[in-house]
């Protein structure tokens, strides 16, 4: 508060000294401020008079993504309802209950506020990225379960999804209602059928994919089996130890 008197009392002695004849220039010099810092003093004087001088807060004034605390209030509520409810579906489940245009952004800030999630880390840049793929076709495919859709009626629906590491062209983009072992196997065999057989898969440790983690003990799955016999290498994009 007394740095803050100090502040306002300097100020209003630059205004007297310029108001008295003495040119903004030479004030300005005397204070170790530049000219445009003593004109905005001067019309703060004049519009607001000593109040005007006091330090003002550099903060935004509106925050275009922040939403209302009654949208906020139901978020929360349905998160805490919901404990598996990410922010896509959140997002979908406030557009059904009438508060639209709320960004998943804003949805994951706001979970993060009221420690609803834990932060996830930031990505690393563009430039920290060490690209590779395989030097020719067919001679490794990408497979993974990706994120969720919702149909109109609320029904929460998976994608699974399949690239080719060197062309990126994909094999598989097929919608179920659950990514279970036997329908990300049809979706391979289909995709096999269709473009032919890769040399190798890579896929995450998810029980569509292997056995190899399972309890009470590891074994091979219908993915596994259908790679073993077609001779397909499996790839684990998280190798680990069994439990």
């Known amino acids: 508060m007394l740095r803050e008197l100090n502040v306002v009392e300097q100020r209003y ?3 007297l000294e310029v108001l008295s004849g003495i040119p903004v220039i030479e004030v300005a010099e ?18 607001d008079g000593i109040a005007g001088l006091a330090e003002r807060s550099h903060a935004p004034r509106h925050h275009p993504w922040r939403i209302a ?22 997002v979908f489940e406030l ?18 506020r009221y420690q609803l999630i834990e932060p996830v880390p930031r990505r690393r ?9 395989r030097p ?19 029904r929460e629906c998976k994608i699974i999804t399949g690239i080719d590491d060197h062309s990126r062209f994909c094999v ?17 065999v289909n995709a096999m059928q269709a473009y032919g057989v890769p040399a190798e898969v890579l896929s ?4 569509q994919f292997t056995g190899r983690f399972g309890k009470p003990r590891p074994a091979e799955v219908l993915f596994e089996r259908i790679c073993r016999e077609n001779g397909i290498t499996q790839r684990l994009t998280k190798p680990r130890s069994p439990p």
């Open 13 to 15: 002695r630059a205004v």
């Open 30 to 47: 005397r204070y170790g401020v530049a000219r445009q810092t003593v004109h905005r003093w001067m019309a703060r004087y004049q519009a």
């Open 69 to 90: 605390a009654d949208v906020e209030a139901v978020l929360c509520e349905l998160r805490r309802a919901h404990r598996r409810w990410g922010p896509r579906r959140l």
């Open 95 to 112: 557009d059904r209950r009438g508060y639209p245009a709320v960004s998943r952004s804003t949805v994951y800030r706001v979970l993060v």
């Open 125 to 133: 840049r563009r430039d920290q990225y060490i690209r590779w793929e």
């Open 136 to 154: 020719v076709a067919m001679d490794l495919w990408q497979l993974d379960v990706t994120a969720s859709l919702f149909l109109a009626d609320g």
């Open 172 to 188: 598989i983009a097929t919608v179920v209602l659950r990514a279970t072992g036997r329908a990300v196997c049809q979706a391979f």
């Open 204 to 207: 995450d440790n998810g029980k």
